[in-house]
């Protein structure tokens, strides 16, 4: 029977040596993130007019799409949002620039996660054994997609549902609502990146799978409890409107079956992995 590889002890590393191995990687994850905040620093007409200022706009794709749908299916305009776009204020004498240098950093920090990704991997690969660099091998990947595909659902479903409710509401007529900029970007950059980090929901269940944590068993016996759970999240995030709460929940509810199938995948492969030393014994018993 032969077991895994394992790392020698001969080979294992001081404290201070983990260090040193480390500080080239954070030295090119930082030069990284310095060359991209340059970049969207000097973008700042696509960054901010374009990207974070879009949502708030008639013409953009999800309020474009939505007012066409009601035109064809209802024949009015009673799911045309945003159809006015807002005007912005600022407030603080150096606003503006303050503002611009926040949103450099955190466009920034949201490009480079692959690549602090792959730095993390390269890091932590020599200390794995080749069966677990294999399994490992697809981590930047994974994580990246479920990353940016949370983002783009957030920036484009969520956003502008969160836009046209809350510059829409009103608490009392009399009270006029003067947007603060800072106010606006904030709302888009927390909402897309809050939806980002939702969408590692089958990443987490397959991590905890592996460990033996979490069961498929488990997760189809709680479903009901997920979908109470994933409800209010939804609510949190979204709207408090009967539309808006459906259009994120089915993503999320999607999201959790996936995570059981993963799940499932997890204990078929382990079982896999613990026949295999048994029928290599009882062949040497034979």
């Not at 949502?55 to 209802?74: A, E, G, I, Y």
């Not at 829409?168 to 888009?188: C, E, G, H, R």
């Amino acid at each position: 029977m032969t077991d895994k590889p394992e790392k020698s002890s001969a080979n294992e590393m001081t404290f201070f040596e983990h260090i040193e191995a480390l500080r080239p990687h954070l030295v090119r994850s930082a030069l990284a993130l310095f060359v991209i905040m340059i970049a969207a620093f000097l973008s700042k007409r696509f960054v901010i007019d374009t990207v974070l200022m879009g949502p708030q706009s008639p013409d953009f794709p999800t309020n474009d799409f939505l007012c066409r749908v009601s035109h064809w299916l209802l024949g009015n305009d009673s799911l045309c949002i945003n159809k006015i776009s807002l005007n912005m204020v600022n407030t603080a004498l150096g606003g503006q620039f303050n503002l611009h240098m926040q949103i450099s950093m955190v466009t920034g920090v949201v490009l480079a996660v692959p690549y602090l990704l792959w730095e993390i991997w390269r890091f932590v690969a020599p200390a794995l054994t080749d069966y677990e660099r294999h399994k490992s091998r697809m981590f930047v990947f994974a994580v990246s997609l479920c990353f940016f595909t949370g983002l783009l659902f957030g920036y484009f479903l969520i956003v502008p549902l969160s836009i046209n409710f809350l510059s829409n509401y009103q608490a009392s007529p009399d009270i006029t609502n003067l947007i603060d900029i800072k106010s606006y970007l904030t709302t888009v950059l927390s909402v897309s990146v809050a939806c980002a980090a939702v969408f590692q929901l089958p990443l987490l269940i397959y991590f905890l799978a592996r460990m033996g944590i979490v069961t498929s068993a488990f997760l189809r016996k709680y479903r009901r409890h997920a979908i109470v759970l994933l409800t209010v999240v939804s609510a949190v995030i979204t709207p408090p409107d009967l539309f808006s709460l459906v259009l994120v929940v089915l993503p999320l509810y999607m999201l959790y079956e996936l995570s059981i199938v993963l799940a499932a995948r997890v204990e078929r492969a382990k079982a896999r992995e613990e026949a295999l030393p048994d029928a290599g014994a009882s062949g040497e018993g034979a």
